[in-house]
T-cell receptor, first 114, second 112 residues
Framework: SQTIHQWPATLVQPVGSPLSLECTVEGTSNPNLYWYRQAAGRGLQLLFYSVGIGQISSEVPQNLSASRPQDRQFILSSKKLLLSDSGFYLC?????????????FGQGTRLTVV | AQSVTQLGSHVSVSEGALVLLRCNYSSSVPPYLFWYVQYPNQGLQLLLKYTTGATLVKGINGFEAEFKKSETSFHLTKPSAHMSDAAEYFCAVNNQGGKLIFGQGTELSVKP
């Protein structure tokens, strides 16, 4: 069966520090991978999605970047965090419409920038 | 472009009452539609989905939703609310490329 791992669960970082959040998927190959962010009281904002290794689409211009160094690994990074980067970050995967299209989510990372 | 609109960021019902959460979508291709539930500080869990076929779909925890193409709607219902249904609910549409677009979410409160 497929599983998705996302870590860490919580993170407190000072303004200006770097960020690296990692997500890995097991039990499937060539998944679509996503990073979403939830700010307090707001919905899910799609940040990045990837349909293959090295293929990253950015949905919103911002202080973050994403990379996909391996088929089932997706990394969210920042060189210098801003206060506005605080939020709940969710990694997800799906295999596209042919397989039903639904996405499966990790448990999320609560990032607080102080 | 695809988009999803959830009417009402907060909905409050009494325990045992009908739950109705509204979702309207726009899509240039036949949509795949989803409802997810999120409990505090957790990821999202799939409640139900519509791809093709029967327009009334049943999901987990007694929820169901009906796809109405003429109204571009996919409203979520449950006949009788439970305290454990209190959570945030998200409607989503999957476009032809597989990308999942979410609505802004509706927080459901259940009063005893």
């Amino acid at each position: 069966s497929q599983t998705i791992h996302q870590w860490p669960a919580t993170l407190v970082q000072p303004v200006g520090s770097p960020l690296s959040l990692e997500c890995t998927v097991e039990g499937t190959s060539n998944p679509n991978l996503y990073w979403y962010r939830q700010a307090a009281g707001r919905g899910l904002q799609l940040l990045f999605y990837s349909v293959g290794i090295g293929q990253i689409s950015s949905e919103v211009p911002q202080n973050l970047s994403a990379s996909r160094p391996q088929d089932r690994q997706f990394i969210l990074s920042s060189k210098k965090l801003l206060l506005s980067d605080s939020g709940f970050y969710l990694c997800a995967w799906n295999t596209g419409r042919l397989a039903g299209g639904e996405a499966f989510f990790g448990q999320g990372t609560r990032l607080t920038v102080v | 472009a695809q988009s999803v609109t959830q009417l009402g960021s907060h909905v409050s019902v009494s325990e045992g009452a009908l739950v109705l959460l509204r979702c309207n979508y726009s899509s240039s291709v036949p949509p795949y539609l989803f409802w997810y539930v999120q409990y505090p500080n957790q990821g999202l869990q799939l409640l139900l989905k519509y791809t093709t076929g029967a327009t009334l779909v049943k999901g987990i925890n007694g929820f169901e939703a009906e796809f109405k193409k003429s109204e571009t709607s996919f409203h979520l219902t449950k006949p009788s609310a439970h305290m454990s249904d209190a959570a945030e609910y998200f409607c989503a549409v999957n476009n032809q490329g597989g990308k999942l677009i979410f609505g802004q979410g509706t927080e459901l409160s259940v009063k005893p």
